[in-house]
């Protein structure tokens, strides 16, 4: 009973400096951060009854320590309350992170044609929320297994773990792939073909660091720049003519 309470304080406790600041925790997060926060519970109740006693220090280095990593674990599940960028002549960035790629590529999976990639690294630290960049009927979702490659190796877009989709509306038609990293070992997606999309509702989420490419036609107008750090739902990413 004292471990259960220990839990539930940890994970009420810990949680409410998020939404004092305007953030609530993704639906994702919640198995995750439950059993981290056990985690925590378990080893901190230990540490106090055994340790503590005669090595203080180090029962409060190991409180401090697993802290920070159940911090970090809840932070990487936050969604922070933005005032979203809406506009039909626009293409918005799926997520959050920094433009690691902008560059004329051959796509071999739908389009079969060339296309002009934007890419987005996330980093763990980033909101790892994914967001549609256009309004649109998805006309395509593809899921593919595979590698699990950093996410800034040049073959990730098409060797690592993916997950494809392409949206049409009356501008014209782009892909985007959520594509999984190193340490992302999850990919959700919440689309399907023929759902009517908004732009900026939220579409799908990965776990643990990851990128996102966008496939936008030739001569699109881009409106971010290599390095750029943008935010998803919020930067523009792309122009329509």
């Known amino acids: 009973m004292i471990l259960l309470g220990c839990v539930y304080l940890a994970c009420v406790e810990l949680t409410l400096p998020f939404n004092y600041f305007g953030m609530t925790i993704h639906r994702e997060g919640y198995r995750t951060i439950g059993i981290t926060a056990l985690i925590f519970g378990v080893i901190n109740i230990a540490s106090f009854s055994f340790i503590s006693p005669d090595i203080h220090w180090l029962a409060l280095a190991i409180f401090l320590i697993t802290l920070f990593l159940l911090l970090f ?18 293409i918005i960035c799926p997520a959050d992170g920094k433009v690691v790629v902008i560059e004329e590529i051959t796509d071999e999976e739908y389009f079969k044609d060339k296309r002009l990639q934007v890419s987005i690294f996330m980093s763990p630290a980033n909101v790892h929320v994914n ?13 593919h297994k595979g590698k699990y490659l950093v996410a800034w190796h040049p073959k990730s877009s098409t060797e690592n773990e993916r997950w494809s989709v392409a949206v049409k509306n009356k501008h014209g038609e782009i892909l985007y792939k959520q594509i999984a990293g190193a340490l992302a070992k999850r ?10 999309i908004q732009q900026c509702d939220e579409y ?23 390095n750029q750090a943008v935010k998803g739902g919020v930067t523009v990413l792309a122009s329509w003519s």
């Open 187 to 196: 990919i959700c997606n919440y689309t399907k073909v023929g759902q009517h």
């Open 131 to 143: 967001r549609n960049p256009m309004s649109g009927e998805v006309v395509y979702n593809q899921y």
């Open 204 to 226: 799908g989420f990965i776990k643990f660091g990851s990128r996102v490419d966008v496939l936008l036609p030739v001569g699109t107008k881009v409106n971010v720049q290599l």
């Open 73 to 90: 674990i809840i932070s990487f599940f936050r969604i922070p309350n933005r005032v979203l960028t809406i506009d039909d002549n626009k």
